[in-house]
């Protein structure tokens, strides 16, 4: 499927790994739709871009915010082609705390952000997308994203909930493509390993080298436009379709 004049949805688009897909489908020549709750930084963002992209404020947790999104996207933009979830937190839940069982407050907190969350933008996102005339000879009609993590698959000490959501996003990518192969919608995740946000930026120069050092080839942290490199081609290959690929430069993650 092509991005050139499609109409692309990214929520947690005010930052990090959602500003850079924003920013690389945008130059290649997508309209883009920016969800966040940041309202300052995804402002700043869509005006920088100018022409073709908007700044939509959404609670993912809110089906009928996303629902009212999903609704003006349309309306603005014509249609919808495709969906990136990138909206996401990564607090510490440990199985047992300092002073006693684990917060289920927060585990709740990131299941309902994390996995619920992306589970209300790539439904309704799927229902608009379904109404779109064929797009080329394979009958496309969309294409979701979703972003799951190593930890997923490698969870440290203290991403219980983190791991959780992670793993339900990977589980959930394959039953959504499977649910949406009628329609035309090709559905893939992205596990990202560690890749260099701004939350980097705020750690000890001595944290940030050791972290730095963990990826088995290239020895570095990956770049956001890397990330959004990937979801353009997840975008474009029309074969690729139920997967979750991970992009973490051979790391396997310690338990600490």
Known sequence: ?????STALI??????????T?????RLGARVALLDLNQDAGTRIADELGER????RVDVTDAASVQTAVDAVVADFGALHVCCNFAGIAPAVKTIGRDGPGDPAMFAKVISINLIGTFHV?????YAMANNEPLDDDGSRGVIINTASVAAY??????AAYSASKGGVV???FTMARDLARNGIRVNAIAPGLIHTPMFDAFPTEVFDSLSQQPLYPTRL????????????????????????RMDAGIRMQAR
């Open 1 to 5: 499927m092509n991005l050139k004049d």
């Open 11 to 20: 929520t947690g688009g005010a930052s990090g790994l959602g500003e850079a």
């Open 22 to 26: 924003a920013r690389r489908f945008h």
């Open 53 to 56: 992209a908007a700044f939509y």
């Open 122 to 126: 790539a439904s309704i996102a799927a």
């Open 154 to 159: 490698e969870g440290q000490i203290g991403q």
């Open 171 to 173: 589980s959930m990518t």
């Open 222 to 245: 990956g770049k956001p436009d890397e990330v959004a490199q990937l979801a353009q081609q997840l975008v474009e290959n029309n074969y690729l379709n139920g997967t979750t690929v």
